[in-house]
């Protein structure tokens, strides 16, 4: 195995590492020596990169979030009118609940374990903030933090659903929240 002299990805590979495991086994079963020899380091780079599981966990959360975030960047940066980004809001739920199911679990592995630890909970308000930024580009501030609650609710639907709806009921709840008064049309 390589130093960290002649491995400069090797913190960046521990933290995918810890989170690879927890969306495979859940993080009650996430350990240091789980985690290095997934990663393909040494047991003592744990210490040496973290002073403990907490940092890590953190970091690797912190990690997924800058991830998740891109994806509505991804999505949301680009259009120039309501109707066109009510389009992005419907693109962004579809990706997300027909996408990775890794990140679909560590998004519930994240937000249990902000509802337990205040840490955390500073995390997912952070997440939570970011996502919020992106929605405001096209959306008034209350607006964005309901579409954000409908983007998350629809996703986890149409991610767990054995017949997921479709595009025009995404595109119809969007519609909803983003039009005065809540009508579409």
């Given at each position: 195995m390589a130093t960290g002299h002649t491995d400069p990805g090797r913190r960046a590979r521990i933290l995918d590492a810890a989170l690879d495991l927890i969306a495979e086994e859940g993080i009650a079963r996430v350990s240091h020596r789980k985690i290095a020899a997934r990663a393909g380091v040494p047991l003592g780079s744990m210490t040496y990169h973290f002073s403990g599981i907490d940092e890590l966990l953190r970091e690797a959360f912190a990690r997924f979030s800058d991830h998740v975030v891109a994806v509505f960047d991804a999505h949301l940066g680009a259009p120039a009118d309501a109707a066109a980004a009510?389009?992005?809001?419907?693109?962004?739920?579809?990706?997300?609940?027909?996408?990775?199911?890794?990140?679909?679990?560590?998004?519930?592995?994240?937000?249990?374990?902000?509802?337990?630890?205040?840490?955390?909970?500073?995390?997912?308000?952070?997440?939570?903030?970011?996502?919020?930024?992106?929605?405001?580009?096209?959306?008034?501030?209350?607006?964005?933090?309901?579409?954000?609650?409908?983007?998350?609710?629809?996703?986890?639907?149409?991610?767990?659903?054995?017949?997921?709806?479709?595009?025009?009921?995404?595109?119809?709840?969007?519609t909803r929240i983003t039009t005065a008064g809540g009508r579409s049309g």
């Open positions: 009510r389009q992005a809001v419907a693109d962004l739920v579809h990706a997300l609940s027909d996408g990775s199911r890794r990140d679909l679990v560590l998004t519930q592995e994240l937000y249990t374990l902000a509802t337990r630890q205040p840490a955390y909970r500073e995390l997912t308000h952070e997440w939570m903030r970011r996502s919020r930024v992106h929605l405001e580009k096209h959306f008034d501030p209350d607006t964005a933090r309901q579409l954000d609650a409908l983007i998350e609710g629809l996703t986890l639907h149409r991610a767990l659903s054995p017949q997921p709806h479709g595009r025009a009921l995404t595109l119809e709840a969007i």
